[in-house]
Each structure stands twice: as structure tokens, then as C-alpha cells.
């Protein structure tokens, strides 16, 4: 893994979000070519901006880097309300989801 991987991963998931470097840029507080900039490779965000630019894209950061997770905006969803769950109703949720995969 290397920048390419960052730059081609930022501009696959903008584009499923269905977003221009141009808006993203401006939604992200930043001048309008600050996503072509990293995507063109003449810079690479900060580690605050990268997480800023995974809340974007609705992706947590550690699905950012699995290229194998077919829908990361959704496992980050699952995720969120997870945190929200008792051990209990978590456990709940893992067996279903064990058995929903077999």
C-alpha cells in the first residue's frame, strides 16, 4: 500500500458518494483544489483532514485501507449503532449475524 492506494481510494469513494473534487473541497472548508491536489499526488492530508475526509465520505478510517469492504459507509453505520448496544444485545446482533451468513 502506498499514496497511490490513498489518492485512488479518495477519488473511488467521492465518486460513489456521487460528489466533485470541487464540492468536496469546499465542503471540507478547504480552497476548490485542495482534493485535486491530493488526488493528482502534489500533496497528501493530515492525519486530522484524513479523518475529516473519511467522516466525508462516510467511511471509517480502518475501511478506508480494506478495499474488500464492499460497502464501507454501511459497516460504519452497523458500527455506530453497535457502540450503542449492551453486551448483551451486541452478543445478539453477532449470533444473527453469524447465522445470517451461513
Known amino acids: 500500500m502506498d499514496t497511490t492506494f490513498i489518492r485512488e481510494r479518495i477519488t473511488e469513494l467521492r465518486l460513489k458518494k456521487g460528489v466533485s473534487e470541487h ?3 469546499m465542503d471540507l472548508g478547504h480552497t476548490r483544489s485542495y482534493v ?13 483532514e484524513f479523518l475529516a475526509i473519511c467522516d466525508y465520505l462516510e467511511v ?3 475501511h ?4 474488500e469492504v464492499p460497502d464501507g459507509a454501511l459497516l460504519t453505520r452497523l458500527a455506530k449503532y453497535a457502540r450503542m ?8 446482533v453477532a449470533d444473527l ?6
Not at 478506508?64 to 478495499?67: A, I, M, V
Not at 448496544?85 to 445478539?92: G, N, T
Not at 449475524?97 to 451461513?102: D, K, T, V
Open 36 to 48: 485535486h491536489g491530493i488526488v493528482s499526488g502534489r500533496s497528501l492530508p493530515s492525519m486530522g
Open 64 to 67: 478506508f485501507f480494506q478495499e
Open 23 to 25: 464540492r468536496m473541497s
Open 60 to 62: 471509517a478510517p480502518e
Open 97 to 102: 449475524a453469524e447465522r445470517l451468513s451461513q
Open 85 to 92: 448496544l449492551s453486551d448483551k444485545d451486541l452478543a445478539y
